[in-house]
């Protein structure tokens, strides 16, 4: 017996292969046949089509078509798959079909999902090019902070959809986040905007059934020769963007996909992180496999010396959970992950507000990925350089690393050696896991530039501080003392692409 949420599944013969293609939702305009890969619009009782879908890229998600969950208590189906690529590279999202015929969006967002739904303004939006990285604005009477503002492009579809870009052409979508955890999308690739509005999410609140299994046949079909010395490069987990090659460290792009063209760059002196790669251990009660390493640089801007210091970012990885980042710097060890909203922060302030908490501001630096290792969920680079500001209050910290086109948010929380040694059973490498409470003006393990420099540094300092004790005695009026300071911060996530 129908219910009144029941919905009208309507099927009509592909106009290109003749295989039937099924709508369940009435507010469905396009589709990709399963057989031919025609693209289809529907209007009224008629199919048409307009078209060929590209190949999907493999992006190995748990997520597939007509996997089932509920979302708020209400119970949804997976129908479409859309696949985007921008600078940051490339995500999915999927459709979500609720059984009173609404639909929703469960998206990808720095290594986590999003579920969202189509909104209201509630006013005449400005031009993509007037949202500015960093500002805010108001939407519907809340305030939001524009995170990232993007050319992207539809690659590819497959299944039943709501909308449609044109297939391969740019069109900008802005991405906004308000501080108590909302995130905002604007697609300027519809006429007018599309705008959505959600949440975080994880997938074991949605109460999914019908996952795409893991196999070990599956894992197998991960496989390539490393495109600079041809060794065998297997890829470990689902969802990666970039993976370096154990024999000669290169580091290879994965976000084209693996039947395509894998560029690559080569790496010299590799670093040996202290926690291998592919360690499982438990930290804050979640079992974390560590699948990536990079080793980064920081700069303080105003360092006339442009002295350098480093810190280790280890990045790991639990299938249900997602992402977290257990960062080694001089000051301590720290886990942090991405937030989905964007703290209160104006620029030039001296302290960021989130989720009630307000957090001085520590250091501000320049920072660049020089070595990488193992496998990320977005298509890292050597090189790769973002501007960073680390706040903190007690154990608690936050992080913002910002380039021209994005804005990221990190938190976390500071932790003890001993238990990151624990959790990894390496009670052998305590002493080597141990980190002082570092100064601003301490050494650590992991400093770059420092040792006999710094002391040499420190002599001459003495020997001006001495001559200007002597010049004040004589004139009365000159003060030649200068502190450098330093800056030692690396609690970022690194996290900070889709």
């Given at each position: 017996?129908?219910?009144?949420?029941?919905?009208?599944?309507?099927?009509?013969?592909?106009?290109?292969?003749?295989?039937?293609?099924?709508?369940?939702?009435?507010?469905?305009?396009?589709?990709?046949?399963?057989?031919?890969?025609?693209?289809?619009?529907?209007?009224?009782?008629?199919?048409?089509?307009?078209?060929?879908?590209?190949?999907?890229?493999?992006?190995?998600?748990?997520?597939?078509?007509?996997?089932?969950?509920?979302?708020?208590?209400?119970?949804?189906?997976?129908?479409?798959?859309?696949?985007?690529?921008?600078?940051?590279?490339?995500?999915?999202?999927?459709?979500?079909?609720?059984?009173?015929?609404?639909?929703?969006?469960?998206?990808?967002?720095?290594?986590?999902?999003?579920?969202?739904?189509?909104?209201?303004?509630?006013?005449?939006?400005?031009?993509?090019?007037?949202?500015?990285?960093?500002?805010?604005?108001?939407?519907?009477?809340?305030?939001?902070?524009?995170?990232?503002?993007?050319?992207?492009?539809?690659?590819?579809?497959?299944?039943?959809?709501?909308?449609?870009?044109?297939?391969?052409?740019?069109?900008?979508?802005?991405?906004?986040?308000?501080?108590?955890?909302?995130?905002?999308?604007?697609?300027?690739?519809?006429?007018?905007?599309?705008?959505?509005?959600?949440?975080?999410?994880?997938?074991?609140?949605?109460?999914?059934?019908?996952?795409?299994?893991?196999?070990?046949?599956?894992?197998?079909?991960?496989?390539?020769?490393?495109?600079?010395?041809?060794?065998?490069?297997?890829?470990?987990?689902?969802?990666?963007?970039?993976?370096?090659?154990?024999?000669?460290?290169?580091?290879?792009?994965?976000?084209?996909?693996?039947?395509?063209?894998?560029?690559?760059?080569?790496?010299?002196?590799?670093?040996?992180?202290?926690?291998?790669?592919?360690?499982?251990?438990?930290?804050?009660?979640?079992?974390?496999?560590?699948?990536?390493?990079?080793?980064?640089?920081?700069?303080?801007?105003?360092?006339?010396?442009?002295?350098?210091?480093?810190?280790?970012?280890?990045?790991?990885?639990?299938?249900?959970?997602?992402?977290?980042?257990?960062?080694?710097?001089?000051?301590?060890?720290?886990?942090?992950?991405?937030?989905?909203?964007?703290?209160?922060?104006?620029?030039?302030?001296?302290?960021?507000?989130?989720?009630?908490?307000?957090?001085?501001?520590?250091?501000?630096?320049?920072?660049?990925?020089?070595?990488?290792?193992?496998?990320?969920?977005?298509?890292?680079?050597?090189?790769?350089?973002?501007?960073?500001?680390?706040?903190?209050?007690?154990?608690?910290?936050?992080?913002?690393?910002?380039?021209?086109?994005?804005?990221?948010?990190?938190?976390?929380?500071?932790?003890?050696?001993?238990?990151?040694?624990?959790?990894?059973?390496?009670?052998?490498?305590?002493?080597?896991?141990?980190?002082?409470?570092?100064?601003?003006?301490?050494?650590?393990?992991?400093?770059?530039?420092?040792?006999?420099?710094?002391?040499?540094?420190?002599?001459?300092?003495?020997?001006?501080?001495?001559?200007?004790?002597?010049?004040?005695?004589?004139?009365g009026s000159y003060s030649g003392y200068r502190s450098s300071g330093g800056s030692f911060g690396g609690y970022s996530s690194g996290g900070s692409h889709k």
């Amino acid at each position: 017996m129908a219910t009144e949420n029941s919905q009208r599944t309507y099927r009509a013969a592909c106009p290109g292969c003749g295989a039937p293609v099924e709508f369940r939702s009435a507010a469905s305009t396009h589709a990709v046949c399963s057989y031919c890969q025609s693209t289809v619009v529907r209007d009224g009782e008629a199919l048409a089509r307009i078209g060929k879908m590209a190949d999907l890229f493999d992006d190995h998600s748990p997520l597939q078509l007509m996997a089932t969950g509920r979302h708020n208590g209400k119970p949804f189906t997976l129908v479409g798959r859309l696949q985007y690529r921008g600078p940051s590279g490339p995500w999915t999202e999927w459709v979500a079909l609720f059984d009173d015929g609404s639909t929703g969006l469960v998206a990808e967002d720095n290594g986590a999902y999003v579920f969202a739904t189509a909104t209201s303004p509630q006013r005449q939006l400005p031009e993509a090019s007037r949202f500015r990285v960093g500002g805010t604005t108001a939407i519907a009477g809340k305030t939001f902070q524009v995170s990232s503002n993007e050319q992207v492009a539809l690659v590819s579809a497959q299944g039943e959809l709501p909308k449609l870009p044109p297939l391969d052409q740019p069109f900008p979508v802005v991405e906004l986040r308000s501080a108590d955890g909302d995130v905002l999308a604007i697609d300027f690739g519809m006429v007018p905007p599309a705008v959505t509005r959600g949440r975080s999410v994880l997938l074991d609140e949605m109460q999914l059934s019908g996952l795409r299994e893991e196999s070990a046949k599956e894992t197998a079909g991960r496989q390539f020769a490393c495109p600079n010395c041809g060794a065998q490069v297997a890829v470990q987990f689902e969802g990666s963007k970039s993976i370096t090659c154990s024999a000669c460290h290169s580091l290879i792009d994965l976000s084209q996909g693996i039947g395509g063209e894998l560029r690559h760059a080569e790496q010299d002196e590799p670093m040996q992180p202290l926690i291998p790669l592919g360690s499982t251990g438990q930290l804050q009660g979640v079992q974390w496999q560590v699948v990536g390493y990079q080793h980064r640089v920081g700069k303080d801007p105003s360092d006339e010396e442009e002295e350098s210091f480093g810190w280790d970012e280890y990045l790991l990885f639990n299938r249900k959970r997602g992402f977290n980042f257990l960062v080694d710097s001089t000051e301590g060890w720290s886990i942090v992950k991405p937030t989905t909203g964007a703290p209160s922060y104006d620029n030039g302030a001296q302290s960021a507000t989130y989720l009630g908490s307000t957090y001085a501001l520590q250091y501000s630096y320049d920072a660049e990925t020089n070595y990488v290792a193992g496998e990320f969920y977005w298509p890292v680079r050597r090189g790769q350089k973002t501007f960073n500001r680390d706040f903190a209050k007690g154990k608690s910290l936050l992080s913002l690393e910002e380039t021209p086109l994005e804005r990221t948010w990190s938190s976390g929380s500071r932790i003890d050696s001993d238990l990151v040694a624990k959790a990894f059973k390496l009670e052998n490498k305590k002493d080597l896991l141990k980190r002082g409470d570092a100064g601003p003006t301490a050494a650590g393990p992991k400093e770059v530039g420092t040792g006999c420099g710094c002391l040499i540094l420190i002599i001459i300092a003495l020997i001006f501080l001495i001559l200007a004790l002597r010049s004040c005695g004589e004139e009365g009026s000159y003060s030649g003392y200068r502190s450098s300071g330093g800056s030692f911060g690396g609690y970022s996530s690194g996290g900070s692409h889709k």
